[in-house]
């Protein structure tokens, strides 16, 4: 969810960078393109605040991650999502899910 054009809601971006990861292991830079990307360019993700969020997966043991060569054979970590995060997305979805409705709802009230 983004607040102003482009800024993401405080804890939105851990749960793209782990709904990205479940579609399969990616490094940094293409974790923020696809979450670009399928936004339609509303959502952009700044290196400075994706690789902590990672950091803070890592931590969490949400994902793990390796060093391997880029197509372009450049040295970059590629991110993977774990079990725990799978279940973590789900609990993360739901929520949002939840709470985005409630948000709706009460835009759409009408005035009293």
């Known amino acids: 969810m983004a607040s102003r054009e482009g800024e993401l809601v405080p804890g939105t971006l851990e749960m793209l ?8 292991t990616m490094h940094g830079y293409a ?11 509303v959502l952009r993700v700044e290196e400075g605040s994706l690789y902590p969020a ?16 880029t197509p372009t054979k ?4 590629y991110y993977r999502l774990t079990a725990a995060g799978r279940k ?3 609990v993360e979805q739901e929520s949002f899910t939840r709470t985005s ?3 709706a709802r009460v835009l759409r009230a009408k005035e009293v």
């Open 101 to 103: 409705g409630a948000i």
């Open 17 to 24: 960078a782990l709904k990205t990861l479940s579609l399969e």
């Open 74 to 77: 450049r040295r970059a970590r």
């Open 88 to 90: 973590q997305l789900d």
């Open 54 to 69: 990672l950091q803070r997966l890592l931590a969490k043991g949400w994902v793990t991650a390796e060093w391997k060569a």
């Open 31 to 41: 974790i923020a393109q696809h979450i670009q990307r399928l936004s339609g360019d």
